[in-house]
């Protein structure tokens, strides 16, 4: 899972879906449900917790869209900019294409990988991953 920085999550107002089982006060169906959320302010170092709990972490505030669609002047929510980067990549694991638009060095596009009855080519699908990681190498897998 690749770790974004914070600040820039937040200059590019990166959307992805948070599961609703992530806030508190909501019933059995609305934890089911994925909520769109939009990062709007970066801390270095924020406090999560009380007592012995307590950590500091980078974190990321973020606004749910329907909140803000209902009361403009909700502030959001804060989350660790890990849990962040865990959500944006299980928001895009299925479509990469869609999550170019957040990718700063994404000039070069990612072709379309559909073949003619539309289904995705696995292996160019595969491909279009090296244009945002480098291949460090390769090693054999050893189960002990």
């Not at 879906?17 to 994925?34: Q, S, T, V, W, Y």
């Not at 980078?58 to 959001?76: K, L, N, W």
Request: glycine residues 6%; negative net charge; charged residues 30%.
């Amino acid at each position: 899972m690749k770790k974004y920085p914070g600040q820039e999550q937040v200059e590019l107002s990166v959307v992805i879906r948070i599961p609703g089982h992530c806030f508190n006060g909501m019933d059995a169906a609305e934890k089911a449900k994925l909520f769109e959320a939009t990062a709007v302010e970066y801390s270095k170092c924020r406090t999560f917790g009380q007592g012995r709990g307590m950590s500091k972490a980078e974190a990321i505030r973020f606004q749910v869209d329907s909140d803000v669609a209902d009361t403009p002047s909700h502030e959001g929510y804060w989350i660790r900019l890990d849990q962040w980067n865990r959500f944006r990549h299980d928001t895009y694991k299925t479509d990469r294409q869609a999550e170019l638009r957040f990718i700063p060095s994404a000039g070069t596009q990612v072709p379309d990988t559909s073949n003619a009855d539309g289904n995705k080519d696995v292996s160019e699908e595969r491909a279009a991953v090296y244009t945002h990681y480098e291949r460090m190498g390769e090693t054999d897998h050893v189960v002990r």
